[in-house]
């Protein structure tokens, strides 16, 4: 079954989930081996209206459910190949954690929708799970903090959000994911697209850094806009744990406990034991274990797709997704005389996940194949009838928009800094200049004229990022030098020779 969630770029997804869910349950049915369980104490700290998600007879049962348990599964597939592919060359948990974070801020675009938490006036539409997040390469500074800390768990990293909590009131803020390593925790901020950095600029900074030197998150003051946390804030804080009702029930225990080699995913999260360990990597006394809770923005997300607002949900998962729908031949490349069809956006993403780029069979090659020439696109519409015609053109003309920024950032991600400016510059800036991708494409495209020398042209991109990671956006305008390789950058493996743009 995991290894059916693995490749479901070679299935027909429908019928994947269903062999998947039929497997998994043969497999429980026969009664497996398991370690202990009992349900988290953390479970308490929700609120009631999380009750019926959360509540302890769906979390200790061994029977899986056909729909919500298969989606989670596969997208911890998804995420755990994310985890093996991003780091690179990195070891050392730091790296590797700024590894992961950095390709989470360039592969997720930042739009607004989600809220960290809906109101009545802002209630939210794009509820996504972490696996239609990943797809659409778009989510909220949440969603960009909840993918964050999954890769992360897969890589066998501790992380937490932080909250400020006020003393008086008891009511957590949520902040900003914390890393959590040899007995530090380290800050990375989604929304503003970057780790902090530590005393003097250097390094990433521990929230203890913060809480001793003002300088720390005031140096995060961005052109417009004053940092929303202090240093005195940092007195009082609250650890959040993300974990959904899937990664803290028995069956999925018992799952990652029978798994092994390539197989073997985190499935499941003992909360309160990695609240414990992020209280002691925090200042002394600004939060204790009796105070962490779950961290309530998976929850909402599920809450949301239960709710009357779920078909508005469906609706806008559709259109966001419906790329990944169109199907396309692949011709093969002269060696192989198998034609098929495939969709080559979602084939594209699943390949990219896995860090299978290269070859005939490689991400490149695939999304190359969104890009269908403008003959094939009218001949597709000649066969549609008329009143469809103009909406089919749209959405053949998107996913070519999608396919030539998804290959942009693949270029970007190793280090073609040539091919990623046309892809990303030529391809999309200038070619859609108000796309869905255009701030995203600024920034990445700052990245890589950065990498070229073209510091000003990098400022200039960045300065005029419009989206809500704008402020992050403006600060490394302002810190802008020429680029030093990451631990994990450095001396790569010569890339692959970059497919044609044209």
Known sequence: AIAVLGHLDD???????????????????????????TAD?????????????VDEKSLAGSVFEPRRDVLFLRDQRWLRDLA??????AVEDRAVAEAIFRWTVRAIASVADPPASPSDSNPGTRWFLPGEVLLAGRGSGPQRAWIFLEILRHAGIDGVMLATRDEASGEVRPWIPAVVTGGEAYLFDPGYGLAIPGPGGKGIATVRNAAEDASVLAAMDAPGR?????????????????????????RMKQVEFNLSGSHSMRLFVDASALAARAVAALPKGSATAEQARLWEFPFETLLARRSPRRSAIARAAAIELATMQITVVDPGDGARSLRREIRPLFTGRLREFRGDLDGPDGAKAVYL????????IREVIGKVPPPQA???????????????????LVMLRERQFEAADDYLGRMTLEAHPDSRWADAARVALADTVAALGRLDEARRLLEADESPQRFGSRLRAERLVAPQPSESERNPEPPAAAPSAR
């Open 11 to 37: 299935f027909d997804e429908a019928g994947a989930y269903e062999q998947v869910f039929d497997r998994i349950n043969q497999w429980s049915h026969s009664g497996p081996a398991g370690p202990e369980w």
């Open 41 to 53: 104490p953390l479970v308490a700290s929700l609120p009631a209206r999380f009750a019926a998600i």
């Open 84 to 89: 093996m592919s991003v780091r690179g060359d």
């Open 226 to 250: 004053t940092y929303p946390v202090k240093a005195d804030a940092l007195k009082h804080l609250a650890v959040l744990v993300p974990v959904t009702p899937e990664s803290l029930s028995r």
């Open 369 to 376: 194949l969104a890009r269908p020439p403008s003959a094939r």
């Open 390 to 408: 103009e909406a089919v053109f749209r959405l053949y003309e998107q996913m070519k928009q999608d396919a030539a920024y998804f290959l942009g």
